[in-house]
């Protein structure tokens, strides 16, 4: 018989050894991709404004701007953001599934050990079939020794027990697959919270700059209309202009301080979203951003890339990628159940009455054997499990397919923001040229008595409103850009190896290392 087994055994390993994995193999989708972004080659009607080059993108791209602080805020935000720590830590939980999933190709051994107090009713049998009277008819003493035999006893028992389950048809492998592959996808979703961080300090960063210079240049129309009024009140003091001049000109520059408060909180709750970015109070970062900077320059060239690379540079395409793989996987874990499976287990331990004889090998027991399920009738459930599986790749092959397809409109509709608001800055810039000039003309000629004041105060509001109105575009170029790196998916790649630390409420701080 031990002989038998042990072939059986033998056999058993082979074919687990030589044993294949059912269901489909993965393999890598192909984004349909054009040769470029659709609006990379449209005319420039300004020879000086930025361009798009289909070069590499830098990965660090918020440095085009040649601003130190962005630099060292965006490396800040990285070190200290909750949200993107939360999504290390998602990683973590997701390379445990895997170590859980790979335990499966493992025997698995438990000892145990236990004391019992039993009784198993051996006198009444004995008593049931006549043999209890027959002892006693014969010996009183045999009779007394089957009542000391059959009485309750204590039962000392120790051992250990083990089972393996062989993967004959790769259904362990395939959950082994479908947990590297939600791995991936864990760790995708983590580079797509980065590049989104990155995106939104440099985004908030610029807009704190914007709002300060758009105060700056309303400031500035504040101080021209004061003048303004103190030459309409000194004209009107000598009776070269009428009262109503001295309120008009009054009305204007209320009108402007008006304009004040609307900017002056948007730079407020920007130095607070950046605060709260790095993950700090809101507030703390006050004494750093307070003092006024101009608005970084946007760069001469922007390197975009081509299209068939942003597949393999945007984490959501990666993301989804890594979820197909997963779906494929899936369907071989549900085809593997429709399968036999063949365990082997084995249980070896000593018992005795007598805890002292535990260590005597004649109360030894073992038990060792194989065993094989064959699914035959389940309702229906494992044939729909598979289903169910094809249709979740089915479904995750669409979705792949259309993440590729927003990926590439995002680029585009960055592109052409980012094209045409350049040229409604240019537009804005030119008109501001030509507005100040004529407030200049007619603020000279009230002062010779050639012109009403009414022209001077709609020169000085048509030049105050496109002064406005140019930082503003500005400021939107410029986010524009932040917009396009965005969706370029890039800024991920030089932070695989940074520890980020995750705070414990209760506890002293610890650090979790980054794919």
Same mark, same amino acid.
């Given at each position: 018989?031990?002989?038998?087994?042990?072939?059986?055994?033998?056999s058993?390993?082979a074919?687990?050894?030589?044993?294949?994995?059912?269901?489909?193999?993965?393999?890598?989708?192909?984004?349909?991709?054009?040769?470029?972004?659709?609006d990379?080659?449209?005319?420039?009607?300004?020879?000086?404004?930025?361009?798009?080059?289909?070069?590499?993108?830098?990965?660090?791209?918020?440095k085009?701007?040649?601003?130190?602080?962005?630099?060292?805020?965006?490396?800040?935000?990285?070190?200290?953001n909750?949200?993107?720590q939360?999504?290390?830590?998602?990683?973590?939980?997701?390379?445990?599934?895997?170590?859980?999933?790979?335990?499966?190709?493992l025997?698995?051994?438990?000892?145990s050990?236990?004391?019992?107090?039993?009784?198993?009713?051996?006198?009444?049998?004995?008593?049931?079939t006549?043999?209890?009277?027959?002892?006693?008819?014969?010996?009183?003493?045999?009779?007394?020794?089957?009542?000391?035999?059959?009485?309750?006893?204590?039962?000392?028992?120790?051992?250990?027990?083990?089972?393996?389950?062989?993967?004959l048809?790769?259904?362990?492998?395939?959950?082994?697959?479908?947990?590297k592959?939600?791995?991936?996808?864990?760790?995708?979703?983590?580079?797509?919270?980065?590049v989104?961080?990155?995106?939104?300090?440099? +985004?908030?960063?610029l807009?704190?700059?914007? %709002?300060?210079?758009?105060? @700056? *240049?309303?400031?500035?129309?504040?101080? &021209? $209309? #004061?003048?303004?009024?103190?030459?309409?009140?000194?004209?009107?003091?000598?009776?070269?202009?009428?009262?109503?001049?001295?309120?008009?000109a009054?009305?204007?520059?209320?009108?402007?301080?008006a304009?004040?408060?609307?900017?002056?909180?948007?730079?407020?709750?920007?130095?607070?979203?950046?605060?709260?970015?790095?993950?700090?109070i809101?507030?703390?970062?006050d004494g750093?951003?307070?003092?006024?900077?101009?608005?970084?320059a946007?760069?001469a060239?922007?390197?975009?890339?081509?299209?068939?690379?942003?597949?393999?540079? +945007?984490p959501?395409?990666?993301?989804?990628? %890594?979820?197909?793989?997963? @779906? *494929?996987?899936?369907i071989?874990?549900? &085809? $593997? #159940?429709?399968?036999?499976?063949?365990?082997?287990?084995?249980?070896?331990?000593?018992?005795?009455?007598?805890?002292?004889?535990l260590?005597?090998?004649?109360?030894?027991?073992?038990?060792?054997?194989?065993?094989?399920?064959?699914?035959?009738?389940?309702?229906?459930?494992?044939?729909?499990?598979?289903?169910?599986?094809?249709?979740?790749?089915?479904?995750?092959?669409?979705?792949?397919?259309q993440?590729?397809?927003?990926?590439?409109?995002?680029?585009?509709?960055?592109?052409?923001?980012y094209?045409?608001?350049?040229?409604?800055?240019?537009?804005?810039?030119?008109?501001?040229?030509?507005?100040?000039?004529?407030?200049?003309?007619?603020t000279?000629?009230?002062?010779k008595?050639?012109?009403?004041?009414?022209?001077?105060?709609?020169?000085?509001?048509?030049?105050?409103?496109?002064?406005?109105?140019?930082?503003?575009?500005?400021?939107?170029?410029?986010?524009?850009?932040?917009?396009?790196?965005?969706?370029?998916g890039?800024?991920?790649?030089?932070?695989?190896?940074?520890?980020?630390?995750?705070?414990h409420?209760?506890?002293?701080?610890?650090?979790?290392?980054?794919?």
């Amino acid at each position: 018989m031990s002989a038998y087994v042990s072939r059986f055994t033998l056999s058993v390993l082979a074919l687990a050894l030589a044993g294949c994995s059912v269901g489909p193999d993965y393999q890598a989708p192909h984004a349909k991709t054009p040769g470029a972004f659709s609006d990379i080659n449209q005319p420039r009607n300004n020879p000086a404004d930025s361009i798009a080059l289909a070069s590499q993108p830098d990965p660090q791209w918020w440095k085009s701007f040649k601003d130190p602080q962005l630099d060292s805020l965006i490396d800040r935000a990285i070190a200290g953001n909750i949200s993107l720590q939360q999504a290390v830590l998602r990683i973590a939980g997701a390379r445990e599934q895997v170590t859980q999933a790979q335990g499966a190709w493992l025997p698995s051994v438990n000892a145990s050990a236990q004391m019992t107090r039993q009784q198993l009713g051996l006198k009444g049998e004995l008593k049931s079939t006549g043999i209890q009277d027959k002892l006693e008819d014969i010996s009183p003493e045999a009779a007394s020794a089957v009542d000391s035999a059959t009485g309750p006893v204590n039962v000392y028992q120790g051992g250990f027990d083990a089972s393996w389950e062989l993967d004959l048809f790769g259904g362990t492998r395939r959950s082994v697959e479908m947990a590297k592959a939600q791995t991936q996808s864990s760790v995708e979703s983590r580079n797509d919270a980065l590049v989104s961080l990155e995106a939104e300090v440099a +985004r908030t960063y610029l807009q704190l700059r914007g %709002a300060q210079t758009v105060l @700056a *240049t309303i400031q500035t129309q504040i101080d &021209v $209309a #004061q003048q303004t009024m103190d030459l309409t009140q000194s004209r009107s003091q000598h009776g070269l202009a009428p009262q109503v001049d001295v309120e008009n000109a009054r009305a204007q520059l209320g009108s402007l301080r008006a304009q004040l408060p609307q900017y002056q909180a948007q730079e407020r709750q920007a130095m607070n979203g950046l605060a709260v970015l790095l993950g700090q109070i809101p507030g703390s970062l006050d004494g750093e951003l307070t003092q006024v900077k101009p608005l970084p320059a946007i760069p001469a060239m922007v390197s975009v890339g081509i299209p068939s690379e942003l597949a393999r540079r +945007r984490p959501d395409v990666r993301k989804a990628e %890594a979820d197909l793989h997963s @779906a *494929t996987a899936n369907i071989g874990v549900s &085809v $593997a #159940q429709m399968f036999p499976s063949i365990s082997l287990s084995g249980q070896l331990g000593l018992r005795n009455t007598d805890s002292g004889y535990l260590t005597d090998w004649s109360s030894h027991f073992f038990s060792f054997g194989p065993q094989v399920s064959l699914p035959i009738f389940q309702g229906g459930r494992l044939v729909s499990s598979v289903r169910l599986s094809r249709a979740q790749q089915a479904n995750a092959v669409l979705n792949y397919r259309q993440t590729v397809l927003t990926a590439l409109q995002d680029v585009d509709n960055a592109l052409v923001s980012y094209r045409t608001d350049q040229d409604r800055v240019n537009g804005l810039e030119y008109s501001a040229s030509a507005l100040q000039t004529s407030f200049d003309l007619a603020t000279d000629g009230y002062k010779k008595g050639l012109v009403s004041f009414i022209n001077v105060l709609d020169a000085q509001r048509q030049l105050a409103q496109a002064l406005q109105q140019s930082a503003e575009a500005k400021v939107q170029t410029s986010t524009d850009l932040v917009s396009l790196y965005k969706s370029l998916g890039g800024g991920w790649e030089p932070y695989q190896d940074v520890k980020l630390p995750t705070y414990h409420v209760f506890g002293p701080a610890e650090t979790v290392d980054n794919p």
